[in-house]
């Protein structure tokens, strides 16, 4: 019998296989404390190119730094928090952290790294706040504590001044080169002064007292804040008053130490002193 010998044909089936997950969100763990807004657009979820290092390759910690506010900035309602943050492949978020709190009260996890602090229910007083940024292989950077005034239902008083030494100053001569600011209390039991300058270009630092007090002037009056004396800039004075006097006037006095050795010069400088 002859057999007949009919052609095989074997059928390809092309298989597509799904695409495997992004390491983003392998890795995504959402922190209840960021803020709703903290994503600003649909792409800040999508992997950047290079999100995660090769293996074997050691991933290098975030840099981050506080742009604003500087140090012992007043918040009587709100501050915004401006920081600079970067790494190697991503920054997967930016936190914030005021006092001794260990949770973030705010964060964000897509640039612009902007954060706000509200001091509305903080404990009002003199505390400090830092940013800690975290890349995507979970490495974490914390700025330095910065010092910064919460007085929220308080009031701010700003003034702008400057401290003029003649020429021919002679401390024997009795002549006032210092400086005074004034302002009504109205039933404030708490003060914190800062002094800050910037010492123009071509002079030798300045260094300066500030104190606290009530009354027209030092003299006629009395002091709530002990003076202190910096070169450097700002200077702060805190003071809690028990006095009958929270309702009479004010001031912070801001004296050049070393007048003598700036003869002829100007210095321009600013107060703000946060009450509540």
């Not at 089936?13 to 807004?37: F, H, Q, R, W, Y």
């Not at 190119?49 to 290098?60: H, L, R, Y």
């Amino acid at each position: 019998m002859k057999l007949l010998r009919l052609p095989v044909f074997v059928l390809c089936a092309l298989v597509v296989l799904p695409a495997c997950g992004s390491s983003e969100d392998e890795n995504k763990n959402p922190d209840s404390t960021l803020d709703a807004s903290t994503v600003t657009d649909a792409s800040s979820e999508l992997p950047d190119a290079g999100d995660e290092p090769d293996a074997g390759v050691v991933d290098e910690p975030p840099t981050v730094k506080v742009l604003e506010p500087g140090p012992y900035a007043g918040v009587v309602s709100q501050v915004e928090i401006k920081v600079e943050a970067s790494d190697d492949h991503r920054v997967a978020k930016v936190e914030l952290f005021v006092g001794d709190n260990p949770e973030p009260v705010r964060g964000r996890t897509a640039g612009p790294w902007e954060l706000t602090l509200d001091a509305t229910g903080m404990a009002p007083g003199v505390t400090s706040f830092f940013v800690r940024a975290t890349d995507t292989a979970g490495n974490a950077t914390d700025t330095e504590p910065m010092p910064i005034i919460l007085a929220a239902g308080g009031r701010e008083v700003k003034n702008a001044g400057s401290l003029a030494i003649p020429a021919n100053y002679d401390p024997a001569s009795g002549l006032d080169v210092d400086s005074k600011h004034h302002w009504t209390g109205q039933g404030e039991t708490h003060i914190a002064a800062v002094l800050e300058w910037q010492v123009p270009d071509g002079q030798e630092p300045w260094e300066l007292e500030l104190s606290v007090g009530w009354g027209e002037c030092p003299h006629a009056g009395g002091t709530i804040g002990n003076a202190e004396t910096s070169t450097s800039s700002p200077l702060t004075v805190f003071a809690e008053e028990s006095g009958p006097y929270s309702t009479t006037m004010r001031f912070v006095h801001v004296r050049p130490s070393d007048a003598t050795f700036h003869r002829g010069e100007t210095l321009p400088y600013e107060t703000r002193v946060y009450v509540w």
